[in-house]
């Protein structure tokens, strides 16, 4: 699994993890395991059920339309997932790791016929190998990349608290939240950190400091961990 930094809306450097080939290799059997148990299942559903008034355009279109539209459907009503994506914990988002529009989803879409269709796959592995960011000819096209979610706990992911004596505190006013407040600030962030789920931790960032009416020069990230060792500070004392 390659890391990489990715800019942000707000310009700001979030590293992200772009899923491995592997996983998203066999997230694309499963859905393909689901699309062939559909066929199979919508084949012996018509063939029960046809007659003079079944057309032969309303067969192919129940067995040939939902798969053709399968990755398309899923990802975008389901935030960039497909049941496949869903298992793996890997997830379609834009370059800036937000969520994607559409039309980004129509273009990568497209062009899995180049990427996997045409070349059985082949166009894609070697795109998202050579390219380092997770992405195929259809991602590098839509300004997408697919990232892995999957929880990796580490000394580095987790938020100390422990303060050195000559510690200086920026924010006062962290003097308005509550011990549940910032429970819940430090798990949203903990949680948001490990996941490489960057635009959870701007959201967060926006909300703190409209609950204590201050704004930030630090990118959401140094203001979140300020928020939390400032609150530590005036409480021990």
């Known amino acids: 699994m390659d890391n990489f930094q990715i800019e942000t ?3 700001i450097s979030i590293e992200q993890n772009a899923a491995g080939i592997g996983d998203r290799i066999l997230a694309f059997i499963v859905d393909m395991a689901i699309i ?6 919508a084949a012996l559903l018509m063939a029960g059920i046809s007659g003079d008034n079944t057309s032969e355009m309303m067969y192919y279109l129940v067995l040939g339309l939902p798969p053709f539209l399968y990755n398309l459907l899923w990802e975008t009503f389901w935030d960039g997932q497909s049941p496949g ?8 988002v834009k370059k800036d790791g937000s969520r994607p529009q559409f039309s980004n989803y129509l273009v990568r879409w497209l062009l899995r016929i ?7 796959g082949g166009i894609a592995v070697v795109s998202i190998l050579l390219n380092g960011k997770g992405q195929r000819l259809g991602d590098i096209a839509a300004g997408t990349t697919v990232i892995s979610e999957k929880k990796k706990v580490s000394i580095h992911n987790t938020l100390g608290i422990d303060l050195p004596d000559d510690y200086q505190p920026k924010y006062t006013q962290v003097t308005v939240l509550s011990d549940h407040d910032i ?10 950190r490990i996941g490489g789920q960057h635009h959870i931790i701007l959201s967060l960032s926006e909300k703190v400091a409209q609950l204590m009416d201050v704004q930030f020069d630090e990118n959401p990230m140094e203001f979140i961990q300020r928020v939390i060792k ?4 005036f409480t021990r004392q």
Do not use: G
């Open 85 to 92: 994506k869903a298992l793996l914990q890997i997830r379609v």
């Open 183 to 192: 429970q819940e600030i430090k798990n949203l962030y903990n949680d948001a």
């Open 9 to 11: 809306a707000q310009n």
């Open 114 to 120: 180049i990427d996997i269709s045409l070349s059985s």
């Open 230 to 233: 400032d609150y530590n500070y």
């Open 36 to 41: 062939v148990l559909y066929v199979i299942l």
